[in-house]
């Protein structure tokens, strides 16, 4: 079933979870990266307004800052664009005082720092602008802002991250920490809860993300789903993705497992488009008739009450959480489930 034609179908509903769940559909679809470049420099009012050009020498990275992973050849592919066009963008640093060696820290622009020091064969000098942060937590939001224009972040760092500056907000007293981290870095409610999630199994997912860099967030966020509910079960698929190396993402190989009833474990995540709270009930998202199992009364079929429903892109990807009013998250990828949705939001079967 293609996109577009799912969300035609969407657009001819009336209810207000289906009216709200278009506008987030139309919105994601329509932020362009070109507007994530440009958050890179938008930490207003705490540039001093003067340029300068400096030796990268004299500049030291930032021990703190989020992201650790720099792939070598788009570094490479970097130095050489900024010796044919010269530094587009400058990098933010921090001056630095009573330092013999360091006149700044970056805060923002470790790849430009990166490449100009070391790859560059024409360029020599570095476009700064020193800024002025009064605190952790500001200089932590310019490295996301920064690390989040990049498609090569790996999920788990930038997961690391917005984990660290919910604490950091957490530390200054701010109320709702979590939830003025989203707003702060225009995450919907859906990816932000998906990604502490993530940030709560780091210690086995991110040794992960960096020897598979390319493994996407749903995979990621289905393999933590899964950490949390049986992490004897998760560990041996991991087991099994490494053995077989690349072969199959780890959201395939997860996928083919959820679609084994023999081998299904306890988890939340869902994929087919149903819930599945144990081994022994299977209902569908919505009013629908029972699986009668021998031996056991017919059980009647509960509404799935959706209090609020999340669309999130991810390349050609499309994912949609239905947040119930039970307390629980239902995670579906599948575009048929999803045009079985949009059919019964066109009967108002979710109100």
Request: aromatic residues 4%.
């Amino acid at each position: 079933m293609a996109k577009s034609s799912l969300f035609d179908n969407l657009k001819g509903h009336k209810s207000k979870a289906g009216e709200r769940l278009v506008a987030r559909v139309e919105k994601t679809l329509n932020e362009s990266k070109a507007d994530l470049q440009a958050a890179e420099v938008a930490n207003q009012g705490v540039k001093s307004g003067r340029d300068i050009y400096i030796d990268p020498a004299v500049v030291r990275p930032d021990p703190k800052q989020p992201r650790r992973h720099f792939n070598e050849a788009a570094l490479q592919e970097l130095a050489d664009t900024i010796d044919s066009n010269s530094q587009l963008q400058p990098v933010l640093v921090l001056p630095i005082d009573n330092n013999p060696k360091h006149q700044y820290q970056l805060v923002a622009g470790e790849r430009r720092w990166r490449a100009i020091s070391t790859l560059c064969r024409k360029t020599k000098k570095l476009w700064a602008v020193p800024v002025d942060l009064k605190s952790r937590k500001m200089i932590l939001e310019a490295q996301i802002i920064e690390n989040d224009a990049r498609e090569d972040t790996l999920v788990m760092e930038k997961a690391i991250a917005y984990a660290q500056l919910v604490e950091q907000y957490k530390q200054e007293g701010v109320k709702g920490p979590a939830e003025r981290v989203r707003e702060k870095l225009k995450i919907s409610k859906a990816n932000m809860s998906k990604y502490r999630a993530l940030a709560d199994q780091s210690e086995v997912l991110l040794p992960l993300n960096i020897q598979y860099p390319t493994e996407g967030f749903v995979g990621l966020y289905m393999l933590a789903s899964l950490l949390k509910t049986d992490s004897v079960s998760a560990k041996k698929h991991i087991k099994d993705f490494k053995t077989q190396k690349g072969k199959k993402s780890l959201r395939a190989l997860l996928e083919s497992i959820e679609q084994a009833p023999a081998t299904t474990p306890k988890s939340k995540v869902v994929t087919s488009g149903t819930e599945k709270d144990d081994g022994n009930d299977e209902r569908a998202l919505t009013d629908g008739n029972s699986k009668e199992k021998p031996g056991k009364a017919k059980v009647e079929p509960k509404p799935r009450r959706v209090d609020d429903i999340e669309f999130s892109v991810n390349g050609d990807q499309v994912h949609l959480t239905l947040f119930l009013k039970s307390g629980k998250q239902l995670f579906v990828t599948d575009i048929g489930v999803m045009e079985k949705l949009a059919e019964e939001l066109n009967q108002e079967a979710i109100a």
